[in-house]
């Protein structure tokens, strides 16, 4: 059983600054790629940047230059610094981590995503 929650979402205004976190927890051995998505209203979900274990990251293009994600593996931990938040930054963003975890004797890889946190930029 593994987890993986969301956490640092709230109201803002434009021009300020979020920092969101994605904690994992449960049986694993490890975390493989981890990411973060959004969701704003009326619009499908879309990936807003992604990193490997290693740390190669990569970006949508209308996050470049604010956003900026990272990871902590001791804490099994990611966050999302938002800086410089647009109105169109409004949405539920989602962590979603891919765990390799023992299953029937192999070691697989599993997508798991938390419950989302709440984004709301105002003027």
Not at 55 to 75: C, H, L, M, P, Q
Not at 82 to 111: P, Q, W
């Amino acid at each position: 059983q593994v987890q993986v929650v969301e956490s640092g979402g709230g109201l803002v205004q434009t021009g300020g600054s979020l920092r969101l976190s994605c904690a994992a927890s449960g049986s694993f051995f490890s975390i493989s790629t981890m990411a973060w998505y959004r969701q704003a209203p009326g619009k499908q979900r879309e990936l807003v940047a992604n990193i490997t274990s290693s740390g190669n990251t990569n970006y949508e293009d209308s996050v470049k230059g604010r956003f900026t994600i990272s990871r902590d593996n001791a804490k099994n931990t990611m966050y999302l610094q938002m800086n410089s938040l647009k109105l169109e930054d409004t949405a539920v963003y989602y962590c979603n981590a891919a765990f390799r975890i023992r299953s029937g004797g192999a070691r697989n890889l599993y997508d798991y995503w938390g419950q989302g946190t709440q984004v709301t930029v105002s003027s």
